[in-house]
């Protein structure tokens, strides 16, 4: 089992940066695909990025590519979501989900089986 924490979020301007991390706590992080998920008030959680046990292989949003940027470092058990060139639209509560499917990448909800609490971002234009 592991419990994710999710840090990071604000109030940024247009164009501004942020970085979002995710703390594991558990034994076997090392052991699960991450993956970043947002919800915008009224809309349903979208997928952001997921990236595999070792961080070697991404998968991205097509409206995300080239501005977010997700990456892990095992040995700290963090996950963390670079997110550049932010606009109005990216406001959201973003989440970070584990999926014992250490290679899953994807966006299904079902195949992540524990999430965090979430971290509000805020971008104003």
């Known amino acids: 089992q592991v419990q994710l924490r999710e840090s990071g979020g604000g109030l940024v301007q247009d164009g501004g940066s942020l970085r979002l991390s995710c703390a594991a706590f558990g034994r076997t992080f090392d052991s699960y695909a991450m993956g970043w998920f947002r919800q915008a008030p009224g809309k349903e959680r979208e997928f952001v990025a997921g990236?595999?046990?070792?961080?070697?292989?991404?998968t991205y949003t097509d409206s995300m590519k080239g501005r977010f940027t997700i990456s892990r470092d095992n040995a700290k058990k963090t996950v963390y979501l670079q997110m550049n060139m932010l606009k109005a639209e990216d406001t959201a509560v973003y989440y970070c989900a584990a999926s014992s499917r250490s290679y899953y990448t994807g966006p299904l909800y079902s195949e992540y089986e524990y999430w965090g609490q979430g971290t509000q971002v805020t971008v104003s234009s």
């Open positions: 990236v595999t046990w070792s961080g070697r292989t991404t």
